[in-house]
């Protein structure tokens, strides 16, 4: 059974830094791209970025690169991103994502499975 | 960028009917469109993929059509449990959602 499991929720102030993770089992973990969501308080949907863990191919939104870092060790078989300096703005729930891709050219496609989300609040 | 748009914001539809939702994309995607529904406190779930394919699962009311810039995503008989928040997503170039359609209780 494939599973996605994040971390739990955060409270940080502005300015600080975090990492949240996303453990993938029950599949080829370096198979698969597995990408991040944004969803803010009571908004839609927002494609952040995404990595293949095999190679550690990273592709962001134009919104996001240098905003976050996403990474995957996988050795442990987990994705992260990471906030160098957390802004008020960042406060949202983030789900982590598997893709199903292309099978002939590994193009990345829609998310398949989900993660349970990880909701990080930013505040002074 | 591409963007999608979905419409109408908010459905209201009473359980047995049909319902039908809208995506438009700024520029063609191919069939390269996904949706998924939401619940309250809860991860989105794959509904549609290919434009048209039902996900593992997906119970054949769902139905999805269209290619290029336009997209439709009907559920055929309203069940309860699918009063929910419905959003596509286009992955022909990167990935990109519509910014989603309640559909509510009428």
């Known amino acids: 059974e494939v599973q996605l499991v994040q971390s739990g929720a955060e409270v940080k102030k502005p300015g600080e830094s975090l990492k949240i993770s996303c453990k993938g089992s029950?599949?080829?973990?370096?198979?698969?791209?597995i990408g991040w969501v944004r969803q803010m308080p009571g908004k839609g949907l927002e494609w952040m970025g995404i990595?293949?863990?095999?190679?550690?191919?990273?592709r962001y939104r134009p919104s996001f690169q240098g905003q976050v870092t996403i990474s995957a060790d996988k050795s442990i078989t987990t994705a992260y991103v990471h906030w160098n300096s957390l802004k008020a703005s960042d406060t949202a729930m983030y789900y982590c994502?598997?893709?199903?891709?292309?099978?002939?050219?590994?193009?990345?496609?829609?998310?398949?499975?989900w993660g349970q989300g990880t909701l990080v609040t930013v505040s002074s | 960028e591409i963007v999608m748009t979905q419409s109408p914001a908010t459905l209201s539809v009473s359980p047995g009917e049909r319902a039908t939702l809208s995506c438009r994309a700024s520029?063609?995607?191919?069939?390269?469109l996904a949706w998924y529904q939401q619940k309250p406190g809860q991860a989105p779930r794959l509904l549609i993929y290919?434009?048209?394919t039902r996900a593992t699962g997906i119970p054949a009311r769902f139905s999805g059509s269209g290619s290029g810039t336009e997209f439709t995503l009907t559920i055929s008989s309203l069940q309860s449990e699918d009063f929910a928040v419905y959003y596509c997503?286009?992955?022909?170039?990167?990935?990109?959602f519509g910014q989603g359609t309640k559909l509510e209780i009428k």
């Open positions: 994502a598997r893709l199903e891709d292309d099978i002939l050219t590994g193009y990345p496609y829609y998310f398949d499975y």
């Open positions: 029950g599949y080829s973990f370096t198979s698969y791209w």
């Open positions: 990595i293949y863990p095999g190679d550690s191919d990273t």
């Open positions: 520029q063609s995607v191919s069939s390269n």
């Open positions: 290919g434009a048209s």
């Open positions: 997503q286009q992955y022909n170039k990167g990935g990109s």
